[in-house]
C-alpha cells in the first residue's frame, strides 16, 4: 500500500529551483518509497550496498556520469565523498547551462550527512525532513483506530503500509538500526550500559533531561552520556525540546525536554506490548504528549519548515507545554491525555498570557476529548484535528 506523504508538495516545489535535493529523516520513515515514486524515471543507487560504494571509491566521477539526467542517491552518508562529486557535477552542469539533471540525495544520520551538506553543498541544495507518518497522512487508516493503538503503532510505514506486527518491526528496528548505528557513531563498547540509557531515556519522555542523573544511574561518564545522546539524535531516535528563555523577571529552566520521534519505539524500549498495559501505564499521559508534539513537529517539516518549538517552565513549576515562536510573536499550546475538557486546562496558559500580555498571539488546548472550539483566544481540539 503507497500512502500519501505531504512532502511530496515541498519536493515538488523545490524541484523548480534546485539541482540538488536532500531527504533526511529517521531510517524506515519512507524516504526511499517516496523520491522513488515521485521521480520514476531517476535512476536508483544505494550506497549501503557494498559493491556500489566500491564503485564510487574506485572512481565516483565515473559514476555519476552514468546518469546524465541525475540519479537518487540512498544512504549518501555512507559515503561522503559523493556530496564534493555532485557538488562539481552540478557547478559544471550550470557553466554549460544544462538545467535537466536533477540529483536526490537521502540519507539517515543527521550530524554525518549535515555536515558534509553544509560543507559541500551549502546554498546548492534544499534539505527537506521526512519523520514517520503523521496522523493526517494515515487518514482513513487511523479512522476508528483508538488513541493507544496510535501511540503503540507509531508511525512507521511498515506497520501501516505492510502489516508487519509492530513487536516485530522495533525488535527488528532497535537491533538493526539503533544498535548498529550506535556502534557506527560513537565506537560503542558499553552495550549493557547503552541498553539501559535508551530505555532509561523511554522513562523520562516530558521530562527534564538530566545527563549528571543518567550517568550516575547507568554507570558510565557524563561525557559519555552526551555522546549518546548525540547518537540518538543523528539517528532520530530521540531530540530534545529547549526550554523558552527571556528576561520577564522570573526564574525560568534552561533544562531542556527528552522526546523520542516515534511514540511506538518509546513504548516497545518501555515493555508496554498491549493497549491494555498502556492504558493503566503511569507514562501514558508522558507518551500521549509525545505524539502530540511530534504531529506538530511533522506538519512544520512537512510544509519545509523548521523546528521553533519550545516549552515554559518556572521555578514555581508552571508549565506550558509547547511555545512557538514566531519572532515577534508567540503561540501557546497545552496538551492533555484526558477525554473530558475541563476549564482549568487554560490555567497555565492564562497565566502566561497575563505575563507576556500581547506577545501571545494564538492559544488553544489539544487534548483526547471530542469537545473542540476554533478559537484564537481559547481554542479547544482533539489531537487528530489539531493544526497550527
Known amino acids: 500500500m503507497l500512502i500519501n506523504r505531504f512532502l511530496k508538495e515541498q519536493i515538488s516545489e523545490v524541484a523548480k529551483f534546485y539541482r540538488v535535493i536532500t531527504v533526511t529523516g529517521p531510517r524506515q520513515s519512507g524516504k526511499t518509497t517516496l523520491c522513488r515514486n515521485f521521480f520514476p524515471d531517476l535512476p536508483y543507487i544505494n550506497f549501503e550496498d557494498i559493491p556500489t560504494r566500491m564503485e564510487a571509491m574506485s572512481d565516483v566521477r565515473q559514476l555519476l556520469n552514468r546518469f546524465p539526467r541525475g540519479v537518487i ?33 537521502t ?67 532497535y537491533s538493526s538500526y539503533v544498535e548498529r548505528d550506535a556502534r557506527q557513531v560513537v565506537n560503542l563498547k558499553e552495550v549493557t550500559e547503552f541498553h539501559h540509557f535508551i530505555r532509561l531515556c ?28 548525540n547518537t540518538l539524535g ?33 513504548a516497545y524500549l518501555l515493555g508496554i506490548t498491549d493497549e491494555n498495559q498502556l492504558q493503566t ?14 504531529e506538530m513537529l511533522k506538519e512544520r517539516y512537512n510544509a519545509g519548515k523548521d523546528n521553533n518549538f519550545y516549552f515554559y517552565r518556572d521555578k514555581s513549576q508552571r508549565e506550558v507545554d509547547i511555545i512557538q515562536w514566531n519572532g515577534l510573536t508567540l503561540n501557546a499550546y497545552e496538551i492533555k491525555s484526558g477525554i473530558s475538557y475541563k476549564a482549568d486546562f487554560f490555567k497555565s496558559i492564562d497565566y502566561l498570557k497575563a505575563l507576556l500580555q500581547d506577545k501571545i498571539a494564538r492559544t488553544a488546548v489539544v487534548y483526547d476529548g471530542e469537545t473542540e472550539s476554533d478559537n484564537q483566544e481559547h481554542g479547544i481540539y482533539n489531537f487528530r484535528n489539531f493544526s497550527l
Open 202 to 229: 523511554a522513562g523520562r519522555i516530558g521530562s527534564e533531561f538530566n545527563a549528571s542523573a543518567l550517568s550516575n544511574e547507568v554507570g558510565v561518564a557524563v561525557k559519555t552520556i552526551s555522546s549518546w545522546l
Open 234 to 266: 543523528a539517528a532520530y531516535i530521540a531530540y530534545l525540546l529547549p526550554p523558552y528563555y527571556e528576561n520577564i523577571g522570573k526564574r525560568l529552566t534552561k533544562t531542556p525536554k527528552i522526546y523520542f520521534y516515534d511514540t511506538g519505539l518509546a
Open 107 to 173: 540519507g539517515s544520520n543527521n550530524f554525518s550527512l549535515l555536515e558534509k551538506v553544509t560543507q559541500s553543498m551549502a546554498g546548492r541544495t534544499a534539505i527537506l525532513t521526512l519523520l514517520p507518518l503523521s496522523v493526517k497522512e494515515l487518514g482513513e487508516l487511523a479512522s476508528g483506530i483508538s488513541t493507544n493503538t496510535l501511540i503503540l503503532n507509531g508511525g512507521y510505514p511498515a506497520i501501516w503500509a505492510n502489516g508487519i506486527p509492530r513487536s516485530r518491526l522495533f525488535s527488528d528496528y
Open 281 to 294: 501505564h503511569p507514562l501514558r499521559g508522558a507518551l500521549f504528549e509525545n505524539m502530540a508534539i511530534n
Open 73 to 105: 542517491v540512498d544512504e549518501a552518508h555512507n559515503f561522503p565523498d559523493i556530496f564534493s562529486a555532485i557538488q562539481v557535477e552540478v557547478d559544471e552542469d550550470i557553466f554549460r547551462g544544462k538545467k535537466e539533471r536533477l540529483f536526490i540525495v
